[in-house]
């Protein structure tokens, strides 16, 4: 499975953003998928997930703000991310799963730079 992610960038405080994550290969077996960001010198730490069946996670210091869609026919999962803060800069990664959660199985995407900043 690959994992192609797009949508990063540039945007001040108070604006937003929409990230893309499509997969490709074997995606029959994808069940999970989530949005996971990694700050420099900071752990990483998952953003939002969604299950095939449309179940899905928020982080705490999202909510509200994030939400994640999902296209089972694109194999594509999506990140609306409004009132983005500085806070919220950081390289975000996508990954996909065949269990209904995160394991050790999961597939990475290769990251997109998230900076928010005026």
């Known amino acids: 499975v690959q994992l192609q992610a797009s949508g990063g960038g540039l945007v001040q405080p108070g604006g937003s953003l929409r990230l893309s994550c499509t997969a490709s290969?074997?995606?029959?077996?994808?069940?999970?998928m989530g949005w996971f960001r990694q700050a420099p010198g900071k752990q990483r730490d998952m953003v939002a997930s969604?299950?095939?069946?449309?179940?899905?996670y928020y982080a705490d210091f999202v909510k509200g703000r994030f939400t994640i869609s999902r296209d089972n026919a694109k194999v594509t999962v999506y990140l609306q991310m409004n009132s983005l803060r500085p806070g919220d800069t950081a390289v975000y990664y996508c990954?996909?799963?065949?269990?209904?959660?995160?394991?050790?199985?999961?597939?990475w995407g290769q990251g997109t730079l998230v900076t928010v900043s005026s």
């Open positions: 290969g074997m995606i029959s077996s994808i069940n999970f």
């Open positions: 990954a996909a799963d065949p269990r209904t959660y995160y394991s050790s199985r999961a597939y």
């Open positions: 969604i299950t095939s069946d449309g179940s899905t």
